[in-house]
C-alpha cells in the first residue's frame, strides 16, 4: 500500500475521498444488515417509534421500575434529541433495525468529512487531511459506532461538526462562525452528554485562534442556541418533572457512572483497563466478539508511537496543527476519565478521530525522512487498515443476525399468539414489535404479579441477573424459583435460551396491546 502522499500523485484528487467514504458506507451497511441487535437498540428504538407513530415520548419496551418508573409516559433518562431524530428518519425512511441504523450512518459519513474539513485547516496538508478521512473510513470503531442504533455517532458528528463549521467560517465572518459552532455544539449536548466534549473544545480552538479578534457582543449572540435548546427542553421537562429528576437522575448515578469524580487515580487506571485495553483486545473482549480480536491492539500501539513522537519530536511538535491537537486529546481524555465511571467503549468514538489526525500527521513526518521512514511510515499504516477491515469484514462474515438472532426470534414469533408477552432484552422488539410485545424486564415481574409466556435469557440478562444474585439475592431466587416452577427450557442455541410458560402457569399474564403500526 503506498501512502497517500504518492496516491494522491497518482489519482485524480476528486476521486479519493469518495473511494474511501464508499469503502466506510459498505462496511457500515455489510455490519448493519449482520450485526445482532443490542437491548441498547432496542430501548432507543423504542421510544422514537412510539414518537413516531403514535405522537407519545414513552419507552413501552421497558418495564417502569425503580428510577425508570413513568418511562412508559415520558422518555427522560436520556438526553432528548435522538428521539425526535429517530421520529423523523421513521417517517420518512419507514421503520426497522436497518432505518435506525442507517441514521446512525449518515452522521458517521458527517464526522469523517468533518475531521476532513478540521484536519486540512489545521495541519494545512492535504495529504494529512485524506489520510486522516481513511484511517477514519476504515476505523473498527467508527464503522463500528455507525452500525449501532445508538446516540454517540450523532453526538460525536455534531460536535466535531462545530469545530469544522467555525474553521470554514471563522476568516468570512467571525460572528456566523460562532453561532454556527454553538448551535453544532448544543445539538451535540442535547443529544449525549459527552457533548460536554465539544463545548470546551470549541472554546478552546477559538481562544487559540481567534481570541484578538472576539467581541462581546458575537460572544454572546452565539449562546442564544443554549437558550434555545434548554427552554425547548425545559418545556418537555415540565410534563413531569418529578419524572425528569427520577429518571435522568438515577440514570446518571446508574452503574457507577459519577463514582470516579472523587477517586482520580481509580478513574485513570479503570480508563486505560476498562475502556481502552477492552476495546484495543487485551482484555476481556464485548459480547458478540470472536476471533483474533488482540490484533486491534496494533491500532493502539500505532497511536501511542504517534503521541510519543508528538512529544518527544520539538520539529514534528512546532509543525501546524499538532500542539492544539494534543492539547484537544489531553482534554478529552481528562473529560471522559472523570465524567464516564461506566468506561463504555463505544464513547471512544468522540476521541479516536484525534488520535486518527496525530497518527496521519505522524505517519506523513516519518515518511519524508528517509527510505526507512518511508518502509516504517507505510507499513504501519498498512498494517492498521488491514488489521481494522480485517475485524470488520470477520464480524459481518459471522452473521450474527441471521445464525443467532433470527432463529430465536422466529421460534417465538412461531410459537406466539395474539396479545401473547415475552420478557427479554430489548433487542427482541425488533422482531415481535414495539406496541407491547416485548417487556424488557429480568426481574421476571417481580412485585407485578405478572407472568409472560417466554421469558428470553442471553449475555445482556445473564449477566443483569449475576448482579441481582450479588446485590438483590430476593429478586435473583425469585426469578430462579419461577423459571423451575413455572417455565420449560425450550430452545437453547446461540447465546439464547428461550423459556416458556406451562400451560399449567397461565395466570396472571399480561396482554400486549392492539396497534394498527
Not at 94 to 121: D, E, N
Not at 298 to 323: C, D, Q, T
Not at 450 to 466: G, H, M, N, Q, S
Amino acid at each position: 500500500m503506498v501512502m497517500v502522499r504518492d496516491l494522491i500523485q497518482r489519482t485524480p484528487h476528486r476521486w479519493i475521498a469518495p473511494l474511501f467514504l464508499l469503502v466506510f458506507l459498505a462496511l457500515c451497511v455489510g455490519m448493519s444488515l449482520t450485526k445482532r441487535p443490542w437491548s441498547d437498540e432496542g430501548w432507543f428504538a423504542a421510544a422514537g417509534y412510539n414518537l413516531a407513530f403514535n405522537g407519545k415520548p414513552g419507552t413501552l419496551v421497558l418495564e417502569p421500575r425503580g428510577y425508570r418508573e413513568g418511562i412508559d409516559r415520558y422518555t427522560y433518562w436520556t438526553a432528548p434529541l435522538y428521539y425526535p431524530l429517530q421520529a423523523v428518519w421513521y417517517r420518512v425512511f419507514g421503520f426497522s433495525l436497518f432505518s435506525m441504523r442507517s441514521l446512525s450512518t449518515f452522521f458517521g459519513l458527517l464526522l469523517i468529512l468533518s475531521l476532513y474539513v478540521i484536519a486540512l485547516h489545521l495541519f494545512q496538508d492535504h495529504a494529512v487531511a485524506l489520510l486522516t478521512l481513511m484511517l477514519l473510513s476504515f476505523d473498527y470503531v467508527v464503522v463500528m459506532g455507525a452500525s449501532f442504533g445508538r446516540m454517540d455517532i450523532i453526538c460525536s458528528a455534531f460536535g466535531w461538526s462545530a469545530v469544522a463549521a467555525f474553521l470554514l467560517l471563522r476568516n468570512r465572518n467571525l460572528t456566523l462562525a460562532l453561532l454556527c459552532g454553538q448551535t453544532l455544539v448544543a445539538l451535540s449536548g442535547l443529544t449525549h452528554f459527552l457533548g460536554i466534549l465539544y463545548f470546551f473544545a470549541f472554546w478552546i480552538l477559538v481562544f487559540w485562534s481567534d481570541r484578538t479578534r472576539l467581541t462581546i457582543k458575537a460572544v454572546l449572540f452565539s449562546f442564544l442556541p443554549y437558550v434555545i435548546g434548554g427552554l425547548a427542553w425545559g418545556a418537555y421537562i415540565m410534563q413531569a418533572p418529578e419524572l425528569f429528576i427520577s429518571q435522568f437522575g438515577g440514570n446518571a448515578a446508574d452503574g457507577g457512572r459519577l463514582k470516579l469524580l472523587t477517586d482520580p487515580f481509580s478513574a485513570v487506571f479503570k480508563e486505560i483497563s476498562d475502556r481502552y485495553l477492552v476495546a484495543y483486545g487485551l482484555a476481556s473482549h464485548s459480547a458478540g466478539s470472536s476471533g483474533p480480536v488482540w490484533l486491534k491492539s496494533f491500532v493502539l500501539f500505532a497511536y501511542l508511537l504517534a503521541l510519543v513522537l508528538a512529544i518527544s519530536n520539538e520539529r514534528f511538535r512546532s509543525k501546524p496543527g499538532v500542539r492544539i491537537s494534543l492539547l484537544l486529546l489531553v482534554l478529552f481524555f481528562v473529560v471522559m476519565t472523570v465524567l464516564d465511571g461506566q468506561k463504555l467503549t463505544y464513547y471512544l468514538l468522540n476521541i479516536v478521530p484525534l488520535f486518527s489526525a496525530i497518527l496521519a500527521a505522524a505517519a506523513l513526518y516519518i515518511y519524508k525522512q528517509s527510505s526507512l521512514g518511508k518502509v516504517a511510515a507505510t507499513s504501519i499504516i498498512t498494517g492498521i487498515i488491514l488489521v481494522q477491515f480485517g475485524g470488520a469484514i470477520l464480524k459481518i462474515r459471522s452473521n450474527g443476525y441471521a445464525n443467532q438472532y433470527s432463529p430465536a426470534a422466529e421460534f417465538i414469533r412461531s410459537n406466539s399468539g395474539p396479545g401473547d408477552i415475552s420478557y427479554g432484552s430489548a433487542e427482541i422488539a425488533f422482531a415481535l414489535g414495539f406496541d407491547g410485545q416485548v417487556v424488557d424486564d429480568h426481574w421476571l415481574g417481580y412485585e407485578k404479579d405478572r407472568t409472560p409466556k417466554f421469558f428470553i435469557l442471553e449475555e445482556v440478562y445473564e449477566e443483569a441477573l449475576d448482579g441481582r444474585r450479588r446485590d438483590m439475592p430476593e429478586v435473583y431466587s425469585f426469578v430462579m424459583q419461577t423459571l423451575e416452577r413455572d417455565y420449560d427450557l425450550v430452545y437453547d442455541k446461540s447465546h439464547y435460551r428461550i423459556y416458556q410458560r406451562k400451560r399449567s402457569s397461565a395466570i396472571n399474564e399480561p396482554k400486549a396491546e392492539t396497534s394498527t403500526h
